[in-house]
Antibody
Framework: QVQLVQSGAEVKKPGASVTVSCKAS????????IHWVRQAPGQGPECMGW????????NYAQKFQGRVTVTRDTSISTAYMELSGLNSDDTAVYFC???????????????WGQGTLVTVSS | EIVLTQSPATLSLSPGERATLSCRAS??????LAWYQQKPGRAPRLLVY???NRASGIPARFSGSGSGTDFTLTISSLEPEDFAVYYC????????FGQGTNLEIK
């Protein structure tokens, strides 16, 4: 069965960086785009960026340009999201999500990781 | 950025009743709209994609309709497990989500 399993909760100080991992199993990792979506407390989800796991090509929301980097390691079917220059507004649950359509950057998200809480506090 | 406005913010209904949730886009998204259900502490769950297609394993009481800028998610007869927050999501442009409708037990 398809699974996306994320790394554990993180507590970071302002100005630091955080990396969240997302390990995929149960399907061909290189065939489906992975998006990173975050959700601040009490808010709707917000799309940060995506990666084509086959080519490594990425695209980021303008809001996060220069602060977010998404990478992947196809040998272990894992995607990573690094966010730098953290501030208190970055406190949120971060999800990875798989696009439903094969080799489509912009489909709906049919499988999600369990979420990783990132807390930014001095 | 396409803004999705969901209404109402909160909907209070009883099990067995019909629920109608609305999502309006700031510009046309064609039929590139999905609906998700989210329960506390859990990831969103895909219910409907491309406006009216039920995702795999989703009960028939969930249905989606609409195109362009106005969309509706209907739950024909509420079950106890349906009380949750519902989000719409467009993929026409850079993907965005609405702010959610909290469906609560009356």
């Amino acid at each position: 069965q398809v699974q996306l399993v994320q790394s554990g909760a993180e507590v970071k100080k302002p100005g630091a960086s955080v990396t969240v991992s997302c390990k995929a199993s149960g399907y061909t990792f290189t065939g489906y785009y992975i998006h990173w979506v975050r959700q601040a407390p009490g808010q709707g989800p917000e799309c940060m960026g995506w990666i084509n796991p086959h080519s490594g090509v990425t695209n980021y929301a303008q809001k996060f340009q220069g602060r977010v980097t998404v990478t992947r390691d196809t040998s272990i079917s894992t995607a990573y999201m690094e966010l730098s220059g953290l501030n208190s507004d970055d406190t949120a649950v971060y999800f990875c999500a798989r696009v439903r359509n094969y080799y489509d950057s912009s489909g709906s998200f049919d499988y999600w990781g369990q979420g990783t809480l990132v807390t930014v506090s001095s | 950025e396409i803004v999705l406005t969901q209404s109402p913010a909160t909907l209070s209904l009883s099990p067995g009743e019909r629920a109608t949730l609305s999502c309006r886009a700031s510009q046309s998204v064609g039929n590139y709209l999905a609906w998700y259900q989210q329960k506390p502490g859990r990831a969103p769950r895909l219910l409907v994609y491309d406006a009216s297609n039920r995702a795999s394993g989703i009960p028939a009481r969930f249905s989606g309709s609409g195109s362009g800028t106005d969309f509706t998610l209907t739950i024909s007869s509420l079950e106890p497990e349906d009380f949750a927050v519902y989000y719409c999501h467009q993929r026409s442009n850079w993907p965005t989500f609405g702010q959610g409708t909290n469906l609560e037990i009356k």
